[in-house]
Nanobody, 128 residues
Framework: VQLQASGGGLVQTGGSLRLSCAAS????????TGWFRQAPGKEREFVAA????????YYADSVKGRFTISRDNAKNTVFLQMNSLNPEDTAVYYC??????????????????????WGQGTQVTVSS
């Protein structure tokens, strides 16, 4: 599975962005998929994940109520709608595909080691 993230950019506080993660490979729709982010000088952190069917979603506490993850398996694409952005959301955002169909718990969804496939990042910058 190869992943290509896009949609990043510069936005003001309170603004919105929609990230896309386009995948190649016929089995993409069989995998749970997630978004992670890494800010300068900080460790990579989990943002959101979605099961293979889209029926289950998982979010980091810091983005709950502001970000929404979704997927369109017919288009091999996963989306991350980000609303009410603030400067703390500034980071490089990465999409990743798991080897699992879904996660047994939110903790499992946030474990980078469960994602063997990673795309390149897309920069999101939120100005104050």
């Amino acid at each position: 599975v190869q992943l290509q993230a896009s949609g990043g950019g510069l936005v003001q506080t309170g603004g919105s962005l929609r990230l896309s993660c386009a995948a190649s490979g016929r089995t993409f729709s069989s995998y749970a998929t997630g978004w992670f982010r890494q800010a300068p000088g900080k460790e990579r952190e989990f943002v959101a994940a979605i099961s293979w069917s889209g029926r289950s979603t998982y979010y980091a506490d810091s983005v709950k109520g502001r970000f929404t993850i979704s997927r369109d398996n017919a288009k091999n694409t996963v989306f991350l709608q980000m609303n009410s952005l603030n400067p703390e959301d500034t980071a490089v955002y990465y999409c990743a595909a798991s080897s699992r169909k879904y996660f047994e718990s939110p903790v499992r969804a946030g474990a980078p080691e469960d994602y063997p496939y990673w795309g390149q990042g897309t920069q999101v910058t939120v100005s104050s």
